[in-house]
T-cell receptor
Framework: KAGVTQTPRYLIKTRGQQVTLSCSPI?????VSWYQQTPGQGLQFLFE???????NKGNFPGRFSGRQFSNSRSEMNVSTLELGDSALYLC??????????????FGNGTRLTVT | AQSVTQLDSHVSVSEGTPVLLRCNYS??????LFWYVQHPNKGLQLLLK??????LVKGINGFEAEFKKSETSFHLTKPSAHMSDAAEYFC????????????FGAGTRLAVHP
């Protein structure tokens, strides 16, 4: 079974631009979550989608948004990029959502660098 | 609210010696607990998960963790370290309800020396 696939692996953008990251979950998984990983803040939850609906959201500004398609693939968009948005963005999928009987499976991430 | 504290930011061991990575959690409910490992430039891989069925949980690659409610701890251990175990390890608690976000610890970087 193929794992979680994130594209692209690396991105370099300039301040003020916008960016879209893509995530294809494991086949059959309906929940997709996004996390931001930085050296200073560690791993922080961005949002979770389940059956095309945002079910939970972390404490990030409105510049961060996402969506999920009917095939469970998800995209994350960041508008008006700031230097502090430089991070590894991780996508994770699960059958139903983060719980002991439905653990998260992570992709290898997209490393975004904002200059 | 749930939280998790990893007591050591760095742990260094020699190959073949035991590994102990410490984690304390705070939860108002019966928690779901996990350990994940992250190798450089990779995503996170699930090592093991706690279910209420057993307090001693066995995971992949010889790792295990013991859930101790009285101590609110979920320490990760391995009897004998291997060079390939060098990575960052995250203790994670899931908020109640089953559908909610994961709360990650700050991580423990494990170094394994020959």
């Amino acid at each position: 079974k193929a794992g979680v696939t994130q594209t692209p692996r690396y991105l370099i953008k300039t301040r003020g631009q916008q960016v879209t990251l893509s995530c294809s979950p494991i086949s059959g998984h309906r929940s997709v979550s996004w996390y931001q990983q930085t050296p200073g803040q560690g791993l922080q939850f961005l949002f979770e989608y389940f059956s095309e609906t945002q079910r939970n959201k972390g404490n990030f500004p409105g510049r961060f948004s996402g969506r999920q398609f009917s095939n469970s693939r998800s995209e994350m968009n960041v508008s008006t990029l700031e230097l502090g948005d430089s991070a590894l963005y991780l996508c994770a999928s699960s059958l139903r959502g983060a719980s002991y009987n439905s653990p998260l499976h992570f992709g290898n991430g997209t490393r975004l660098t904002v200059t | 609210a749930q939280s998790v504290t990893q007591l050591d930011s760095h742990v260094s061991v020699s190959e073949g010696t035991p590994v102990l990575l410490r984690c304390n959690y705070s939860s108002s409910y019966s928690p779901s607990l996990f350990w994940y490992v992250q190798h450089p430039n990779k995503g996170l891989q699930l090592l093991l998960k706690y279910t209420s069925a057993a307090t001693l949980v066995k995971g992949i690659n010889g790792f295990e963790a013991e859930f101790k409610k009285s101590e609110t701890s979920f320490h990760l251990t391995k009897p004998s370290a291997h060079m390939s175990d060098a990575a960052e390890y995250f203790c994670v608690v899931s908020e109640s309800g089953g559908y909610n976000k994961l709360i990650f610890g700050a991580g423990t970087r494990l170094a394994v020396h020959p």
